[in-house]
């Protein structure tokens, strides 16, 4: 399985491609996420302020990242931006983030 992970092609955990697999797939890729989250402020940062606040990512695999959410239609082609699928994708995440609060130990808060 190589490629970008999209609906209907086959990925990790389905050979069928479902789409909740393709995206749990695409997600799960190093990087992928924080990638996402970085990119959910305003302004649209560049290549290396991305690299930046990554903490230690390296150019080649953020290159690669990019190019699996740009074929995802989750990042602009030619930018940085999130595209609408992009910015529906990071508020459907928005409750993982308020269970994580919930789920971090009373101590640590």
Do not use: N, Y
């Amino acid at each position: 399985m190589t490629g970008t992970p999209l609906p209907g092609r086959a990925v990790r955990g389905s050979r069928s491609g479902r789409p909740i697999m393709a995206l749990l797939d695409l997600l799960g890729r190093r990087w992928a996420l924080r990638i996402l989250w970085e990119l959910r402020e305003e302004p649209v940062p560049t290549f290396r302020d991305l690299q930046r606040r990554c903490d230690g990512l390296s150019s080649s695999v953020l290159a690669d990242r990019l190019a699996e959410l740009r074929d995802a239609a989750i990042v602009e082609r030619g930018g940085l931006a999130l595209t609408a699928q992009g910015r529906e994708l990071l508020a459907a995440l928005g409750p993982l983030q308020e269970w994580s609060h919930r789920w971090e130990p009373e101590k640590s808060r």
